[in-house]
């Protein structure tokens, strides 16, 4: 069974940059289409950054041109890089596969856009 462990989130300013990483277990991780996703307080969770498995990407209007996405097959591994971030992206960010989250979804981290 893939687990999934996020990381990378805390507190920063508006403007600032944090960048997020997400530990994939499990062989297949390199032939699927990954995703980052967030859920905002009273929203509904979205898909806000897609990468292929060969590295491919493709992002939300509301990230574009601010957010990274990125793969190591190697090391298991998707990152989430967050510039010029402002108080509508505070969320709870979760990565899976994308567009359809097939597994098991892990706890997340808090990114929180505050001054």
């Known amino acids: 069974q893939v687990q999934l462990v996020e990381s990378g989130g805390g507190l920063v300013q508006p403007g600032g940059s944090l960048r997020l990483s997400c530990a994939a277990s499990?062989?297949?991780?390199?032939?699927?289409?990954m995703g980052w996703y967030r859920q905002a307080p009273g929203k509904q969770r979205e898909l806000v950054a897609g990468?292929?498995?060969?590295?491919?990407?493709n992002y939300a209007d509301s990230v574009k041109g601010r957010f990274t996405i990125s793969r190591d097959n190697a090391k298991n591994t998707v990152y989430l890089e967050m510039n010029s971030l402002n108080a509508d992206d505070t969320a709870v960010y979760y990565c899976?596969?994308?567009?359809?989250?097939?597994?098991?979804w892990g706890q997340g981290t808090q990114v929180t856009v505050s001054s």
């Open positions: 899976n596969s994308a567009p359809m989250a097939i597994y098991k």
């Open positions: 499990g062989s297949i991780f390199s032939n699927v289409r």
């Open positions: 990468i292929t498995s060969g590295g491919r990407t």
